[in-house]
């Protein structure tokens, strides 16, 4: 049997939890008849063939399989249509396969397996609606509504369906929905299509841009997880910040967090070159700049390289934190909401100067807010608000190399986002000054955030000591009642412990006669 029809599947690997991960096509289409299919997936599809040939069941390869092949992109998604009950199938399927059948929308019978052994690899069944040509008229964009059959595929003579000239607009990288009624019918459709051309680099045609504007409300009356994922997908492409000004241009970005509204327009002081909106996508840039992901060089190589990076660095960026999310995306995250409640904190001076007392505080607690209500896990939620909150504070240690005890300080209170709270605060400093960055006041602060990370990474004395006295120390040796004093008095010994005054029980204890001592006289 040949084994020709779409383009060979690399499987994803590591590059699943990469930074970014996109593919850009640049060439031409694929042949479909000079394609070919990974082994991996043609094993799983001899198998589909004779799992449905037993039951006469008609079968289609489509959707973003077809289109992902046709670009030569890696896929470890096949969407595949049946003329019969898909769950069933799918059922079937999983069961010859080995696998795992996941029913993902029982009502619309759609059904996902999983494939064995890393279980990356997965077929996605759906029910056809009516024959293949009305089935793909109803789905989301032309370039998702081309079909192969499955038999011919497996044969080596595949010929496309393709009734919207979705070849056509992939030839001219462009983002084209099927119909207006299909983006209502599913108002998630709404989100995808400019999460298609960021994964794509595609751009979206004019009547496609007028009727998500038209129908930018009824994003929410999207499932938040839906949204929360087409966001973060978008998030974690390169160019972050042009599809963020895509996603405003289309009126979706207010419509999912309206509490950037009240940033467009808001005056900085003469520092900042943009208001308090563009300064907040800036900074999107800016840490892309900064965390060496394409696309984003505003400020030049001789800026960036005297910033704080090493493969530590990157490998700690590459972290997944939750639901396939990586630190990098959830940085970007922080990066456009940071500044979040500068509007409603603003006041100017006698002497005309603007402040912002409390943002980074209210902002906190507006981030974690936007979070809870997208559905991010309660982790992602805690460490954007720890990163909005103390955005400022790197900065506040001073450019001159600070002290121990005060890096302590700082690793104390952002916890396990410490580096990624510095990284935001550079990015800060890029996006608030902009084109009119003045180069030794960067190479001074980018120097002291380098001195702070190497300090953290190489010295785990100074944000981590190891432990001298407990409370029962303290309770034994001094009669204290269990309590917030006790607490306070631990924190001082290992604040001077990382400040290197303290290195023993013996001069911790000390330490804590003194402090009582000095209590008592106050």
């Known amino acids: 049997m040949k084994a020709g029809t779409i383009a060979a599947i690399e499987r994803a690997g590591s590059a699943r939890f990469s930074l970014s991960r996109r593919y850009d096509w640049k060439g031409e289409l694929s042949n479909a008849q000079h394609m070919c299919i990974g082994e991996e997936v043609s094993r799983a599809l001899v198998q589909v063939r004779r799992v449905l040939g037993e039951r006469s069941v008609e079968c289609y390869l489509t959707g973003g399989f077809v289109r992902d092949a046709m670009l030569r992109r890696a896929t470890d998604d096949i969407d595949v249509v049946v003329s019969g009950n898909a769950l069933e199938l799918a059922r079937c399927v999983a ?5 795992r059948c996941i029913p993902l929308n029982e009502p619309n019978q759609i059904a996902r397996v999983m494939l064995p052994p890393q279980g990356h690899l997965h077929l996605d069944f759906a029910t056809m609606r009516g024959a293949i040509d009305e089935d793909l008229r109803l789905r989301d964009y032309t370039i998702n509504a081309m079909a192969i059959g499955l038999d011919e595929a497996l044969a080596g003579s595949p010929a496309f369906i393709d009734p919207l000239d979705g070849r056509r607009d992939l030839e001219s990288r462009r983002i084209r929905a099927v119909s207006e009624s299909v983006l209502q019918e599913d108002p998630a459709r709404l989100i995808r299509g400019p999460r298609f051309a960021a994964e794509l680099g595609f751009s979206i045609d004019e009547e496609t841009r007028t009727f998500i504007r038209r129908n930018s409300s009824l994003i929410g009356h999207v499932a938040r997880e839906r949204v929360r994922d087409e966001l973060c997908r978008i998030l974690a492409m390169p160019k972050a910040a042009q599809w963020v000004r895509l996603l405003d241009d289309l009126g979706l970005l207010l419509t999912v967090i309206p509490e950037l509204a009240a940033a467009k ?11 308090v909106f563009d300064h907040l996508v800036e900074t999107v840039s800016a840490v892309e700049f900064l965390l060496r992901l394409d696309g984003a060089d505003h400020w030049g190589e001789p800026v960036r390289c005297v910033a704080p990076w090493s493969q530590e660095l990157e490998e700690h960026f590459r972290e997944e934190v939750s639901g396939g999310r990586a630190r990098a995306t959830l940085l970007k995250v922080a990066a456009l909401l940071h500044d979040i ?18 943002h980074a505080q209210e902002g906190a607690a507006i981030a974690e807010g936007i979070l809870r209500r997208l559905r991010f896990s309660t982790r992602e939620a805690e460490m954007v608000k720890t990163m909005v909150e103390h955005h400022m504070r790197p900065g506040q240690m001073g450019d001159d190399m600070p002290t121990r005890r005060a890096i302590y300080r700082y690793f104390r209170d952002t916890g396990d986002v410490g580096l990624d709270t510095i990284f935001l605060n550079l990015a800060d400093h890029l996006a608030a000054r902009g084109p009119l960055l003045d180069s030794e006041q960067w190479r001074a602060h980018a120097s002291s955030m380098a001195y702070v990370i190497a300090e953290s990474t190489s010295e785990q004395s100074v944000v981590a000591p190891p432990k001298l006295i407990d409370g029962h120390d303290l309770i034994n040796s001094y009669g204290m009642s269990p309590g917030p004093e006790i607490g306070e008095l631990l924190d001082a010994v290992r604040e001077a412990q990382a400040a290197g005054e303290v290195s023993s029980r013996e001069e911790a204890l000390a330490l804590v006669e003194r402090l009582l001592y000095d209590r008592q006289k106050s």
């Open 265 to 275: 327009g808001v005056e900085q002081p003469r520092e900042h070159f943009w208001d």
């Open 341 to 358: 409640a500068k509007p409603q904190t603003k006041s100017v001076e006698d002497n005309g100067r603007t402040r912002f007392f409390g």
């Open 95 to 99: 069961d010859g396969l080995n696998a």
